[in-house]
């Protein structure tokens, strides 16, 4: 199965509210996660990441919030806006072993956030 | 900077036709990737690259094969189109573990 999931596939907010999307992950010694956004039809974007020695980063109207002990990340969208209508997806640091190693990323299925007028 | 760019946009394949995807990155990344994402899914890893002159097969490499053609350009290949393998496809490149992706080729194998 896989080692991150969320825990909703469509999340719909009011215009103007707060968003919170959950992420679940299994792998423990994990040590560095980051969330996308993916708007219809483009590549996944960067929002933010966080590394295992934190447990909340903020960045402009994003927070993203982890919880070694139950292995639970979150992104935390303050007043949400139109533009913010995506499908956002958590991905979870692996390491890929070849002749000089790489980074690789672990993704989640994805939430769809919708945004109401 | 263009950051990671691909081509085509699009492409519509016969089964049993073959066609190379291309991805070229400016950020002078090490590392690149190539992802398939189907309906529904997150992305799933089919190649990637550690860095020039090494390939690696990723979890779902089977009817692909890729070439690191040197620093800036990671392309994909497939030898006989089938149509499970219909989906989007997004190249990608890193540092420090943090990955940028291109616009994406949706391809269609009928």
């Known amino acids: 199965g896989e080692s991150v999931g969320l825990h909703l596939p469509t999340l719909s907010v009011q215009e103007g509210d707060n968003s919170i999307i959950n992420c679940a992950y299994s792998?423990?010694?994990?040590?560095?996660f980051i969330w996308y956004k993916q708007e219809s039809g483009k590549g996944p974007q960067f929002i933010i990441d966080i590394r295992s020695n934190m447990d909340k980063r903020q960045g402009q109207r994003v927070t993203v919030l982890l919880n070694k002990t139950v292995k639970h990340l979150s992104l935390q969208i303050a007043a949400t806006q139109p533009g913010d209508s995506a499908v956002y997806f958590c991905a979870e640091n692996i390491i890929l072993y070849s002749g000089g190693g790489a980074d690789g990323l672990t993704f989640g299925k994805g939430t769809h956030l919708i945004i109401q007028p | 900077n263009a950051g990671v760019t691909q081509t085509p946009k699009f492409q519509v394949l016969k089964t049993g036709q073959s066609m190379t995807l291309q991805c070229a990155q400016d950020?002078?990344?090490?590392?690149m990737y190539w992802y398939r994402q189907d309906p529904g899914m997150g992305l799933r890893l089919i190649y990637y690259?550690?860095?020039?002159?090494?390939?690696d097969k990723g979890e779902v490499p089977n009817g692909y094969n890729v070439s690191r053609l040197n620093k800036r350009e990671f392309s994909l290949r497939l030898e006989s189109a089938a149509p499970s393998q219909t989906s989007v496809y997004f190249c990608a490149s890193s540092a420090g573990g943090k990955q940028f992706f291109g616009p994406g080729t949706r391809l269609t194998v009928l």
């Open positions: 950020m002078n990344h090490n590392s």
């Open positions: 690259s550690a860095s020039e002159g090494t390939t």
């Open positions: 792998n423990s010694a994990s040590d560095y």
